[in-house]
T-cell receptor
């Protein structure tokens, strides 16, 4: 079945690294995504990874994919107060165009 | 380069009424998807339009319908509104040949009273 799970909340101190985790159930996932949503706003595509990759790095963001354990993580280096937001993990599968989202992880960055 | 735009920003309707939401995709994009995001939840896929046809549909009743125009813009229509339809409605657009890459607009906040 289709299910994406995330922890609800993460609090870090400014300048530290943040790691947001996600698990998914469907092994036929093709792409896995991270989106950011600030209060009252739409979703911003941060990055995505194809299922045959283990890692993708983009400036302060590092995505790790463990396909065996169906586990995806997003690491934000040198976390800033502007990174405070809700982060959504999502998956899409072969021959399907819909994105399946988790419930989101609220990241709070303390000064 | 304009991103995905949606109108209106906010809308208040009464139970039983009908509503139309609008979306203009990012420049160069030809595919539009619609999602419903209830408070505190992740977005749920409603449907996707490509070449003016509904290409895929999520688990939403027939009260939810859509349309795509030749300029790739799209409308979402909801009939016989229920209180449970109150949500943020998000439109996402995708570039040609890469419908897996979806860019979202700011959303329309619909409140049904």
């Amino acid at each position: 079945g289709e299910d994406v799970e995330q922890s609800l909340f993460l609090s870090v101190r400014e300048g530290d690294s943040s790691v947001i985790n996600c698990t998914y159930t469907d092994s036929s996932s093709t792409y896995l995504y991270w989106y950011k949503q600030e209060p009252g706003a739409g979703l911003q595509l941060l990055t995505y990874i194809f299922s045959n990759m283990d890692m993708k790095q983009d400036q302060r963001l590092t995505v790790l994919l463990n396909k065996k354990d169906k586990h995806l993580s997003l690491r934000i280096a040198d976390t800033q107060t502007g990174d405070s937001a809700i982060y959504f993990c999502a998956e899409s599968m072969d021959s399907s165009y819909k994105l399946i989202f988790g419930s989101g992880t609220r990241l709070l960055v303390r000064p | 380069d304009a991103g995905v735009t949606q109108s209106p920003t906010h809308l208040i309707k009464t139970r039983g009424q009908q509503v139309t939401l609008r979306c203009s995709p990012k420049s160069g994009h030809d595919t539009v998807s619609w999602y419903q995001q209830a408070l505190g939840q992740g977005p749920q896929f409603i449907f996707q339009y490509y070449e003016e046809e509904e290409r895929q549909r999520g688990n939403f009743p027939d009260r939810f319908s859509g349309h795509q125009f030749p300029n790739y813009s799209s409308e979402l229509n909801v009939n016989a509104l229920l209180l449970g339809d109150s949500a943020l409605y998000l439109c996402a657009s995708s570039p040609p040949d890469d419908s897996y890459e979806q860019y979202f607009g700011p959303g329309t906040r619909l409140t049904v009273t």
